[in-house]
């Protein structure tokens, strides 16, 4: 099993970060909600190295001061026999994560590093959280196959901030399940005929799929019951198209939109925030429907008018198209300033943008966190320069980023 004189493989995988674009709040209540990924990135590099030693797993996650290092001989025995759901027979693939035992593996998980390591309930919780994460993928995905493992680094960084609801943890996730993948790929199994027909330079569309379920698992590590939308779009990349109990839809898109995300350095919490609106909706039902029914709309027509601008078979007239945009994203924003999710500071922002012509909406659960400004191609590099050293100077952080973003890659 422990080879170390063998070849050394090294990968490297990135994923983007994601933000809603339109359907904030409405989603909950059954309506369309659409999210982009953005061009900032989060990328892992695993590097098997060689080594005499006690074969061990290395982890270095600077983005939540984790350093860490795994006997990997006792992942093998305690952890590499990942388990069927219940009333189904035959041995687990890597190839279908939705079938995994999910809490019984996540439980042995649990319980082995409890065992190498008690103090493991001191640590910050993105710390145990990106421990579990990891050995529930690498242990799913190898304990599932016959391939020889070795000693390895793992190392990841993000240009994200982790919890301002930029998509940081599905990013890791996609990145992880991701590179596991692409290093079983390079190990040449037989059993590997799927996908067989590339040399593995990128992720087929079948990769891609099982990618986001094995992020989607991870996610629920994270977070308990997550919609799938956050690891969707940093699998797919482009535009994910959800509603609440189905599937997320890749809306095939081109997009390279430029924005200015905004932080409004004010932290806020999302389930806070939901109780919030479900309040005001039980004393003023009818015109809070009436609201959620205009978010829906709005993130329909959104849809079609990026659909509009990235076709090559329909005319389109990128200016006037860019301004239907901002009309969309100045209504959405103003509807969910009516539900009371808007912010002093995220008014502020808007208003520096309107002053200068420019459209700017919340992003995510509001009370806080980021606003996002279109940049329409016409825009003067000036106008663009001030408003951001303008809302610099009020306390703000600024990056200037894209939407769009490819999904999951092999960057080597």
Not at 150 to 173: P, V, W
Request: aromatic share 6%; with cysteine; glycine share 8%.
């Amino acid at each position: 099993m422990f080879d170390p004189m063998d070849n050394l493989l090294t990968v490297s995988v990135s994923a983007p970060g994601k933000v809603i674009l339109h359907g904030e709040h409405s989603v909950v209540y059954g309506k369309t909600a659409i999210a982009t990924s953005l061009g900032l990135r989060s990328s892992i590099v695993i590097k098997e190295v060689a080594t005499l030693e006690e074969p061990t797993v290395h982890i270095q996650l600077p983005c939540v001061s984790l350093l860490e290092t795994l006997p990997l001989r006792a992942i093998v025995e305690h952890l590499f026999h990942p388990t069927l759901i219940h009333g189904v027979t035959g041995k687990f693939s890597w190839r279908l994560p939705e079938m995994l035992d999910h809490e019984t593996h996540l439980k042995k998980v649990e319980v082995f590093l409890h065992q190498i390591r008690p103090d493991f309930d001191g640590l910050q919780n993105n710390q145990k959280n990106s421990l579990r994460s990891f050995l529930y993928v690498f242990s799913g995905i190898f304990g599932s196959t016959n391939l020889p493992v070795k000693s390895m680094m793992i190392s990841m960084g993000s240009e994200l901030t982790i919890g301002a609801g930029t998509g940081s943890s599905a990013s890791f996730a996609v990145c992880l399940a991701g590179a596991l993948i692409q290093l079983l790929k390079l190990k040449g199994s037989s059993n590997y005929d799927p996908f067989s027909a590339t040399s593995g330079d990128d992720f087929t569309s079948k990769e891609r799929e099982i990618i986001s379920e094995w992020a989607y698992n991870c996610e629920k590590i994270m977070h308990g019951s997550p919609s799938g939308i956050d690891n969707a779009t940093c699998t797919f990349g482009a535009l994910v198209e959800f509603k609440k109990g189905t599937r997320p839809r890749p809306v095939s898109v081109r997009l390279g939109m430029r924005i200015l995300l905004v932080d409004s350095r004010v932290s806020r919490e999302t389930r806070a925030l939901v109780v919030k609106v479900a309040a005001l909706r039980q004393r003023n039902m009818a015109a809070v429907d009436h609201i959620m029914d205009a978010c829906d709309d709005i993130a329909k027509t959104a849809t079609q008018v990026l659909e509009k601008l990235s076709s090559d078979k329909v005319i389109s007239d990128p200016e006037a198209d860019y301004q239907h945009l901002a009309e969309l994203w100045e209504l959405n924003h103003c509807l969910l300033a009516a539900l009371g999710v808007s912010h002093p500071s995220l008014e502020a922002i808007r208003a520096q943008a309107r002053a200068r012509g420019l459209a700017c909406k919340l992003t995510g659960a509001g009370g806080g966190g980021y606003a996002m400004v279109l940049i329409p191609p016409s825009t003067p590099r000036s106008v663009v320069d001030s408003l951001s050293s303008s809302l610099l100077e009020n306390g703000f952080r600024v990056v200037e980023t894209t939407l769009g973003a490819p999904g999951v890659r092999v960057d080597m």
